[in-house]
């Protein structure tokens, strides 16, 4: 990552408390307050379990999750399109996620592609890169919302279920290892309200401190366990790349033994 020493955390903070959504409005808008707050917790504990050696983060943005993942990696490297809507000056390389990312086979341990997907247009050449970049036995982590609002306009084009992220995989050579759903019907519910009274700083507080009572309640627990399956707010994905192991058959050399 260029100009590593200048990183500043942007979208998320690191507190006493875990990482959360930050407050400043230039960097998350109120009505996105709850949301990221749910995302925050799902990769910060993803990127704890799985990152490390040389990580990939692709669509990379102001690189937010870098302070959650710099003590697990020994190096990252940033690739962003050059029409992102967050520049930068932390990019290495510049591309068209669209036509694939230009960078060796087999180069990284781990890639991280977080709210991204729904924005390429030609998902399967970004699967494709994936598969071809990650080490055998890499990781890649990728979140994925589903019932989320038109955001980014006019480049957000898709939602995925789990089923087609699961196919993806497949048809790629990578092992699902985690494939875990955030929020259920009472989250998509609060996070539909949070945009509709994202107006008001105050309101959005007040908002915030409500929501996340009623979604640690006991109400809200079950909710979640009994609507997730059907309304998830999003997915978060962990998979591996398959480890070819050839087998390698010994032949006896008797015969070159002279009698």
């Known amino acids: 990552m260029k100009n590593s020493n ?3 955390p942007s979208k998320y903070v690191l507190t006493k408390h875990g990482l959360r959504a930050s407050r400043d409005k230039t960097e998350v808008a109120p009505g996105s307050w709850f949301v990221a707050d749910i995302l925050a917790g799902v990769y910060e504990r993803a990127l704890k379990t799985h990152a490390r050696g040389v990580l990939l983060d692709l669509g990379c943005g102001k ?4 302070q959650v993942y710099k003590d697990y990696v020994s190096d990252n490297i940033c690739v962003d399109w050059k029409n992102t809507f967050h520049k930068n000056a932390y990019l290495d390389f510049e591309c ?4 694939g990312v230009p960078l060796p086979d087999q180069q990284f341990d781990t ?3 977080t709210d991204l997907m729904e924005h390429i247009l030609n998902p399967d050449i970004v699967w494709k ?6 080490k055998p036995r890499g990781r890649i982590i990728m979140g994925v919302p589903f019932f989320y609002w038109i955001h980014e306009e006019p480049y957000d084009y898709f939602r995925y279920t789990e089923y087609k992220l699961r196919s993806f995989c497949d048809n790629n050579g990578l092992i699902v290892l985690e494939l875990t759903r955030y929020g259920g019907l009472l989250e998509v519910i609060l996070n539909i309200i949070a945009k509709l009274v994202k107006f008001s ?5 007040l908002h915030l401190s409500i929501s996340k009572i009623l979604v640690k309640s006991y109400i809200g627990r079950w ?3 009994k609507t997730s399956a059907k309304y998830p707010l999003g997915y978060c994905l962990v998979a591996q790349k398959k480890y070819r192991c050839f087998r390698i058959s010994i032949i006896p050399m008797n015969f070159l033994i002279p009698n």
């Open 63 to 66: 690189v937010p999750l870098y």
């Open 201 to 205: 700083v105050i309101i959005s507080k």
């Open 129 to 134: 890169d994936i598969a071809r970049l990650l």
């Open 96 to 99: 068209d996620l669209n036509t």
């Open 111 to 113: 890639i991280l592609v």
């Open 6 to 8: 200048s990183w500043k």
């Open 223 to 225: 909710m979640f366990k």
